[in-house]
């Protein structure tokens, strides 16, 4: 890469029409408090999405709108690489060779491969078990320092440093061991669902009260959170078995700066009908000058085709430095 610093990798599938309140405030925001002190590289991760069934237009559709959500959250597309994964073929290339250093067992233990297998029992892929080689291959592929992302991804991560750590014992130092970055608790690790604080806040919720989307109108945001389950205390403050509340803390805190110990201070003496309009109206504030630069942006595709491609182009070529390397080693003749 063009300077010393160190390199991020991340991605977010598109597999909505809009990330979740739980990919903004555990990954996207982060990513923005990095792009500065390191080389980011940020992918829309279409490869992954379709180890879910997907609806080709719409895919397409949210492939580009995923990519205009990153920018209008403050990813500067000067400064990053932003690209979408199919659009370089070296991440298909790598994950295959990777797959051979990978076992089976590795793979049976990965806890979103079972969740997702009895969601989706109609369809467990080969695709959805390989799935964590795909994003192996994706980290590895660039050289990667750091990876941001929530805490779900982190069983992933350590599998990726497991490959890592085996391809290069067997070949030499090909690739650079990432290490996970992972936001505090409190700051935005896990965002739970509004409706059941136990279980993360995930886009295939079935219950729409149970997730915010980035693009979600402000009223419908407000009501979502006066409806989130609490408990049964009536107070503010954040403590073991206060999942609900937590969670709402955890979420005012990211989207105002204010701390937590500072927001229990400030809704002291509030009752949760008072604290659950409050934090609504935040989070509303906060999303509503990303959702207008996201409606400019979708105006203008244009632009977004020339980021996507120039993103490509750029990542293809780095990726192609490691891609070629790679086949070197396991002894494939590279023309
Ligand atoms: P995905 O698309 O499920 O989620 C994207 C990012 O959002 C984080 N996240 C959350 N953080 C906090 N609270 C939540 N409720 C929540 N839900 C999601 C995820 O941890 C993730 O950082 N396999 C990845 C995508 C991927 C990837 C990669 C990431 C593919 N290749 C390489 C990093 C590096 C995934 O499915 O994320």
Same mark, same amino acid.
């Given at each position: 890469m063009i300077n010393d610093k160190q390199i991020i990798f991340s991605g977010i599938q598109p597999s909505g029409d809009s990330v979740t309140l739980g990919n903004y405030l555990g990954a996207i925001k982060h990513w923005t408090k990095l792009q500065d002190e390191y080389n980011c590289i940020f992918s829309v991760v279409d490869m992954h999405a379709i180890t879910v069934r997907q609806e080709a237009a719409a895919l397409r559709k949210n492939t580009l709108s995923l990519l205009a959500q990153y920018i209008a959250c403050g990813i500067e597309s000067e400064k990053n690489i932003l690209f979408?994964?199919?659009?370089?073929?070296a991440h298909a290339e790598l994950a295959w060779i990777l797959n051979c250093y990978t076992q089976m067992g590795e793979l049976n233990r990965m806890t979103q491969f079972k969740d997702k297998s009895k969601k989706h029992p109609e369809n467990i892929n080969a695709g959805l078990f390989t799935y964590p080689v795909l994003m192996a291959a994706d980290i590895l592929l660039y050289q990667t320092d750091l990876v941001p992302v929530g805490v779900d991804q982190k069983q992933h991560l350590e599998l990726a440093r497991d490959i890592a750590h085996r391809f290069n014992s067997i070949? #030499?130092?090909?690739?650079t061991i990432p290490e996970a970055y992972i936001p505090e608790k #409190?700051?935005?690790?896990k965002i739970m669902s509004?409706?059941?604080?136990?279980a993360k806040m995930s886009?295939?919720?079935?219950?729409?009260?149970a997730c915010i989307s980035l693009l979600d109108k402000p009223e419908d945001i407000v009501r979502k959170i006066k409806r989130a389950v609490t408990d049964s205390e009536a107070e503010v403050c954040y403590r073991e078995g206060k999942d609900g509340v937590n969670n709402l803390l955890t979420i005012y805190s990211s989207v105002t700066g204010i701390s937590i110990d500072d927001a229990v201070k400030e809704f002291s003496g509030s009752g949760y009908g008072d604290f659950k309009l409050r934090v609504g109206e935040a989070v509303a504030e906060h999303l509503i000058p990303i959702q207008k630069k996201y409606d400019d942006l979708m105006k203008n595709k244009d632009y977004l085709e020339s980021i996507y491609k120039n993103g490509a182009e750029v990542a293809s070529s780095v990726a192609r430095r490691t891609i070629n390397k790679v086949k070197k080693k396991v002894g494939f003749i590279v023309g």
């Open positions: 979408i994964q199919s659009h370089v073929s070949y #030499g130092d090909v690739f #409190g700051a935005g690790a509004l409706q059941n604080p136990t886009k295939s919720d079935p219950n729409p009260n």
